[in-house]
């Protein structure tokens, strides 16, 4: 099993990242050469998530994903940093656009609004590659597929090229877990 487990939940974000990074730099400092992080996350900030994705594939380890519920949006750039990915059989994956909060009430010159549009489309087009160069899936699909919305169980993630096997055991349960709870 791996040198770190552990276990990340609710939302990708700040809180979630900033421990994500602290936890395996400190471990991997003490000579931890391997890990597991198990998912089930609603998704959360793209900029958090990319940056998940980008330190887990850099950390010169190998890294286990699973799925133990649901990866969803920013999620699944986390879930596919994984050299081996993993869900459960009841797991699911959600594939879909970047999504854009405004604050509420407030007027937006059209400069803005064109700005922030070619912002939401490169943010888009970086996570669509992401998915795309780890899963084995065609850009172009990965694109439609964001565009329209889809829902994955286990077996189609598995087709797709997200999942790589189907498998209940998650952890090594001799080993210490690190659960990581995102707030924000």
């Not at 198990?38 to 998530?49: D, R």
């Amino acid at each position: 099993m791996a040198d770190i487990q552990i276990m990340l939940t609710g939302n990708v974000g700040q809180s979630m990242v900033t421990r994500l990074l602290a936890e395996t730099t400190e471990r991997v400092g003490r000579g931890a050469r391997s890990a597991l992080v198990a998912i089930s996350s609603p998704g959360g900030n793209v900029y958090w998530g990319v940056t998940a994705y980008n330190f887990l594939r850099g950390l010169g380890i190998e890294i286990s994903t699973h799925n133990v519920g649901q990866v969803d949006s920013i999620a699944g750039a986390l879930y596919v940093a994984g050299d081996r990915r993993f869900s459960v059989g009841q797991g699911r994956f959600l594939i879909h656009s970047i999504h854009w909060t405004f604050p509420a009430g407030q007027a937006i010159p059209e400069k803005q609004l064109r700005d922030t549009l070619t912002e939401v489309e490169k943010e888009r087009d970086n996570l669509a590659t992401i998915l795309a160069e780890r899963s084995g899936t065609s850009l172009d699909t990965v694109r439609a597929d964001m565009g329209q919305g889809r829902i994955l169980d286990s077996a189609e993630a598995l087709a797709y090229g997200l999942v790589q096997e189907i498998k209940e055991d998650v952890f090594d349960p001799g080993q210490e877990i690190v659960n990581i709870v995102g707030t924000d």
